[in-house]
């Protein structure tokens, strides 16, 4: 294995980190719109794509070890540690690798940190609603008629949040 199957490597994930932001940013969009009904879709089609991405990131990990060993870096060296013992143009792809998949954990992270807001804020209100709501279990007599002495009270529950 080589700097040749480790850039391979490396493109595939940043296409699996371009995916994964594809995919927060669809969760995103459900929950900005209330189509929450497709929210538990989306989110395990999020985890589907950070497994197959911890997958590609043993497999560069596994390579960049090799590459390190033939470069004369440290075996456990990372992505930034190879760079100033590649050899040209190795250093300049790795470089080019590495601030692409800066920018995309960055893009990711923001993302993620977004829609983890929206899931809090939703939670919030759904359990402010419920805390406000007057749940009566009352009892009932031998005949299986109701004991309860208020009337039941209508409630609007505004589903766009």
């Known amino acids: 294995m080589g700097a040749q199957e ?3 490597t490396i493109w595939h994930q940043r296409q699996m980190l ?14 900005t719109s209330g189509r929450t009904a497709w929210l538990s879709k989306a989110t395990r089609e999020v985890e589907e794509v950070v497994t197959r991405l911890y997958d590609v ?5 596994v390579q960049a070890a090799q590459v390190a060993a ?8 990372t ?3 190879l760079i100033p013992h590649a050899p040209a143009p190795w250093d300049e ?14 893009e990711i992270r923001a993302v993620r940190d977004t829609n983890a807001t929206f899931l809090r804020e939703g939670l919030r209100a759904t359990q402010e609603t419920l805390a ?6 009352g009892t009932y007599d031998a005949r299986g008629t109701s004991t309860t002495t208020h009337e039941p009270v209508a ?3 505004d589903r766009e949040l």
């Open 57 to 61: 990131e043993l497999l560069r990990d």
């Open 79 to 81: 992505l930034r540690d």
């Open 6 to 8: 480790l850039s391979a």
């Open 18 to 31: 371009e995916l994964l932001l594809f995919k927060l940013t669809e969760e995103q969009l459900l929950l």
């Open 132 to 137: 406000t709501a007057e749940v009566s279990t």
């Open 155 to 157: 409630r609007l529950v």
């Open 93 to 106: 792809v790795l470089a080019a690798h590495l601030e692409a998949l800066t920018q995309l954990t960055t």
């Open 70 to 77: 033939e470069w004369g870096a440290e075996e456990s060296a």
